[in-house]
């Protein structure tokens, strides 16, 4: 008797969503670095949230900016960020040992209450304006015109779309207590999905959110918003 044919998985069965969720994962977990090499004539480091990785990285390669270096924190540190400010200092600290003259900081203020702009004036370095990464992305002016909007708004992203489980639902305990989500949530309407690319999969996966949460969803497509334009003022245009 002939066994029927077995699907076969493994690396020949791997997709691009899978590559995708893979390095979004350790992007979360682990962050970004490369081999801890001194700096070359005329780098400029890069220190960025992990949850922006793959869009700096697009708008390095865009552009052919060869002499950009691009280091992430864990992007699981937004729901610590008590303990941002001092982590990019560390990285700041340690671009500066390797010899990098320019230094610049991809993080907004990201919930640390003003402790990020502090330590980037301590550090004399300079980071891109707004408060949140979803305010860059949407574009800052646009976003503040109608701060009124952002009240009972969660906003999601790419990486925020693809991570809603572990940095949310997870994060928040809510796969142990589901009870929570009413309590958690309950002065939100809706999930708005700022979008930096056309992908089914991510609107879908960001409409599955907001359903879980019980919220209104509403999607936007934004591109990279400010985030291209604040790194043509660094790396140069």
Known sequence: MRRGK?????RGSATQADYADALSARLLEDGLSGPRRAAEPGQIMLIACGALAREVLAVIEANGWTHAVLECL????????QHIAEAVRTKVRDAKARGFGGIYVLY???GTGGALDRVCTE??????PGPHCYAFFDGVEIFEARHGDALGTLYLTDFFARQFDALIW?????????????ILFANYTRVVYLAQTDDPALDAAAEAAAARLGLAYERRFTGYGDLSAAMAGVLGG
């Open 123 to 128: 550090e004399g370095v300079e980071r891109i």
């Open 170 to 182: 997870r994060g928040f305990g809510l796969d142990r207590a589901p009870e929570m989500r009413d």
């Open 6 to 10: 077995r699907e076969r998985t493994g």
């Open 74 to 81: 864990p992007a699981k540190l937004h729901n610590a960020p």
């Open 108 to 110: 907004a203020d990201c």
